[in-house]
């Protein structure tokens, strides 16, 4: 199991521009545990990327993501906080699976 902030922190790490951002939720598959999703801003950000940030970090590969668990979109959705909302991501991802 990786805590999904040190996936964040790879993310940053693949694409460390302070105009992207990035976030990870973890989404419960019936029977096979969960799979780990990641929004990006940042349209280029890969598997690729992720595992070379992972390798200069001397980090594990457990839990980066799939090129088609990673999803670009325009703007991460925030708390009146200023914090990224994490709900609004799993109702995003929710609904990309309904669409599917």
Known sequence: MVALDTI?????????????????IAHK???????IIMFTTDPNLSRAKLTEAVQSLNRSPLGIPKDKAIFCIKEMPKL??????????????EKILAEK
Request: no cysteine; glycine share 10%; hydrophobic share 25%.
């Open 8 to 24: 964040e922190h790879i993310a940053r790490t693949a694409s460390p521009s302070l105009k992207v951002e990035h976030a990870v």
């Open 80 to 93: 009146g906080t200023g914090k990224t909302d994490y709900v609004s991501l799993k109702k995003m991802y």
């Open 29 to 35: 598959q019936e029977g096979q545990g969960e799979q």
